[in-house]
């Protein structure tokens, strides 16, 4: 998060202003989300976590692409849950908590893996909790 740009931080809090908009109506908030996620990775250099992520967007992107019959209606609680994991991840990174922000976000792909049916361990991403010695 300390590579984020000033214009980067308005467009991340923008960005979480219309999710929270488009979550109280009870409307999609798709765009919001994967734009929120670009605009918080942009800078990282984590070539594990951008394949994860070009995964999931191009799952979102299909669901958006397909006939309004055929998308998943949207449920409330996971709305809200959403909501709250990506109010708390833009919280962290507004701060420029780079290891709060990563614990957040390691947090929410845990949520998001689970929710698509597969659950790679958060491990893998680099959580500074995951108990692996520093080899020192």
Known sequence: VTRLAADDLAEIARLQAAMRRRVERGEPYTAEDIGLHRAILRHADNRLLAAM???VYALAEARLAAPPADRPALDSARSQEDLAE???????????D????????????????????????SRALGSPDDGRSSGA
Request: no cysteine; net charge positive.
């Open 53 to 55: 992520l070009d995964a």
């Open 86 to 96: 990506h109010e708390a991840l833009t919280a962290a990174v507004l701060a420029r």
């Open 98 to 121: 780079g290891r709060l922000a990563q614990r957040r976000l390691v947090a929410h792909f845990d949520t998001t893996a689970r929710r698509l049916g597969f659950a790679p361990p």
